[in-house]
């Protein structure tokens, strides 16, 4: 990777000041962070209110959906910020995460998800809090507690299920979504990714955060839930 001297941009109104380059990398970055919020909330968290079994649950998967639209809102405010439109936010434009496509059916797949899925956002966010584009830099400062919330949330309550005597559904729900998250990081010989650290957004490479979310994953099911790692397909 070429080495070059990356811009520090402060605020949303310097960005017209960049290289076309780099205003297009921005863009790239807020429009995926927008669209996967509201597609997560809209397809996972909002329907896992109905699942989930008591009032205690529903209060707190009601907040953890109130949360992940409200990331999409401030996502969705960047982007007007910096001039990008409607047209390019849209799902048939820009494809949500093949993550998204698991169909959820039940409360302990909702819980596996937060658990393993949002491990992964935490790293996504984690990459970005050190951002030469300074306003994606503090979203993710103000995103990092939510998203380390939801990872608990999920943590928790696979354990509760666990700890009734239900950790064969956890484990089942596992088998079946964990395989699909490494996919979540894009692919090893990403043009974008290579853009994203040459020019400051973005810290690690592809690989290097998907090896740091398996360590973590790992760690996770077999000494937090005493449970078994999933072969990857």
């Known amino acids: 990777m070429s080495t070059v001297t990356a811009p520090d941009v402060k605020t949303a109104a310097e960005l017209k000041d960049q290289s076309e380059e780099y205003r297009l990398a921005v863009e790239k970055i807020v ?7 509201l597609h997560g909330a809209r397809v996972f968290d909002e329907p896992a209110i109905s699942l ?14 109130m949360e992940e639209y409200h990331h999409h809102v401030r996502f969705r405010a960047l982007a007007d910020e910096i001039g990008v439109s409607s047209e390019r936010m849209d799902p048939t434009v820009k494809r949500p ?4 496509e698991f169909e959820l059916k039940t409360w302990p797949e909702f819980c596996v998800i937060k658990a393993v899925a ?29 998203e380390k919330f ?20 956890v484990q089942d729900a596992l088998n079946r979504y964990f395989p699909i998250t490494p996919a ?3 692919s090893s010989n990403s043009k974008n990714n290579e ?14 955060m998907r090896q740091d979310f398996m360590g ?18």
């Open 118 to 146: 949002d491990y992964a956002e935490i790293l996504q966010v984690e990459d970005l809090l050190h951002c030469s584009f300074h306003p994606l830099r503090n979203l993710a400062r103000i995103t990092m507690p939510e």
């Open 184 to 186: 979540f990081f894009g």
């Open 150 to 169: 939801h990872a608990k949330f999920g943590k928790d309550f696979c354990l509760e299920l666990i700890q009734a005597g239900r950790g064969s559904e």
């Open 31 to 37: 429009i995926s962070h927008a669209v996967n919020e």
């Open 216 to 233: 973590r994953v790992t760690e996770l099911i077999e000494k937090d839930f005493g449970l078994v790692v999933p072969q990857l397909h």
């Open 52 to 65: 989930a079994p008591t009032p205690y649950a529903k209060w707190l998967t009601c907040r953890v959906a």
């Open 195 to 208: 853009m994203f650290r040459r020019l400051g957004l973005k810290q690690r490479s592809n690989d290097e």
């Open 97 to 100: 995460l093949s993550i998204f």
